[in-house]
């Protein structure tokens, strides 16, 4: 057994998080059906328990349909995609959902990488160099913080949703070579909007591009489902729009979609696509099948920002703090301090109620925060058994 040694320094790291309350637990999930879930590792293996940490908002990772298409691309096409999408790994299945994609977004065309946050890295990196500007919102995902730094380009983080800095700073960079604008549309973890068409007219009007993360939008927001850009009357064609199948649609992969020459663009130029193994075809199938069910079943989305809306109005009149513009189906309780947002995770889930204790460096310090997130498989016992935890927990 080694005594010292040059990887020494990892156990007074984790030692470090232990004592101020941030280490992470590994914990094994086995997902149930209606949106439910067993913690194997913890001290009640066998409890069951409602899921609301997940991001299966219309609960399609559970939906017959959705696993008959990824089933049958399965049976046909094999487990693996067996090479970049840039060499052998574009099948039938990949051309159908992009083309399904683009059609959904109404925009010219679309492009899969493997995950959401290597459509994010691979796209800014794509658009942007040194001789470029980005502009970032402070509470952005950390997928467009991380392709924003990579890219090289001058980044500008602005603070949440302040359009008076971002005219400031497009102004200071008018002789940069390129402007860009990245800027998720439902921000992950306060759950509140961009201000999506004063960011399009803001960037129209100085020539820069703008780049809208519509992760937890997508499936959720507007008329057709498309996402927020859509609910905010932006046209689609005008921007650029990232996306995931991991959230709404129930799947695994990142997209994004925009104008044909951009995309091209992005087949010859964002690495993380073009060194990377292309999804799996059963990915690309159950995406397919997903869009089809958001587009015929609006009465899924609806259910879930109602109850949110609603659930959200309760919890503030019970005293609880949530952030004055959420408005969707990521509600946070700000609690402040990494301890007591543990303990109250834990009370939940002994309550059969599991949720997301969300801390530095996910957050900033002193906002530390319970994320609850509901979805359509949960339907009204889920809310109404959330309801009553919460109720129990209100003496904390
Ligand atoms: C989850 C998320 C991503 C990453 O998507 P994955 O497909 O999970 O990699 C990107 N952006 C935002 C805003 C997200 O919430």
């Not at 109404?106 to 160099?129: D, H, K, R, S």
């Not at 990245?182 to 759950?191: E, K, P, R, Y």
């Amino acid at each position: 057994m080694l005594t010292s040694g040059p990887f020494d320094w990892t156990s007074d790291s984790l030692h470090n998080l232990d004592e101020r309350g941030l280490r992470r637990a590994r914990r094994t999930i086995e997902p149930l059906s209606g949106g439910r879930c067993r913690l194997r590792n913890s001290a009640d293996p066998e409890a069951i328990l409602w899921n609301f940490a997940g991001n299966d908002y219309l609960g399609l990772a559970e939906d017959s349909r959705v696993l008959a298409a990824a089933q049958s691309a399965l049976s046909e096409s094999g487990t693996g995609s067996r090479a970049s999408a840039l060499v052998t790994g574009r099948t039938i299945w990949h051309e159908r959902l992009e083309s399904r994609l683009a059609e959904f977004k109404q925009c010219e065309a679309a492009l899969l990488f493997p995950t959401g946050y290597a459509a994010n890295v691979g796209t800014i990196c794509g658009l942007v160099g040194n001789d470029d500007v980005v502009l970032c919102d402070r509470l952005n995902h950390a997928s467009l913080v991380d392709g924003c730094r990579l890219s090289g380009a001058t980044l500008r983080v602005y603070p949440h949703n302040d359009l008076t800095i971002v005219e400031r700073e497009l102004r200071k960079a008018a002789s940069a070579r390129r402007r860009l604008i990245v800027t998720d549309s439902l921000f992950s973890m306060d759950g509140d909007a961009a201000r999506l068409a004063d960011l399009a007219c803001l960037a129209e009007e100085h020539n820069a591009m703008l780049l809208v993360d519509e992760a937890h939008a997508t499936g959720l927001f507007s008329e057709r489902g498309t996402g927020l850009l859509e609910a905010a009357g932006v046209k689609l064609p005008h921007v650029l729009a990232v996306g995931t199948l991991s959230k709404a649609l129930g799947g695994q992969g990142g997209f994004v979609t925009g104008p044909q020459s951009v995309i091209d663009w992005l087949w010859n130029s964002a690495r993380t696509q073009m060194f990377s193994t292309a999804l799996t075809p059963a990915a690309c199938a159950g995406a397919v099948t997903a869009i089809d069910i958001i587009e015929q079943e609006p009465q899924r989305r609806r259910w879930v920002l109602e109850q949110s809306a609603q659930l959200i109005a309760e919890l503030r009149k019970q005293g609880w703090t949530i952030p004055e513009n959420t408005c969707g189906p990521i509600i946070p309780l700000l609690i402040g301090e990494p301890g007591p947002t543990l303990e109250l995770a834990d009370q939940l889930q002994n309550q059969g109620c599991l949720t997301a204790a969300i801390r530095p460096p996910t957050v900033p310090h002193k906002t530390s925060r319970l994320r609850i997130s509901l979805s359509w498989a949960h339907q009204e016992d889920g809310v109404n058994a959330l309801r009553s935890a919460l109720k129990r927990c209100q003496g904390r």
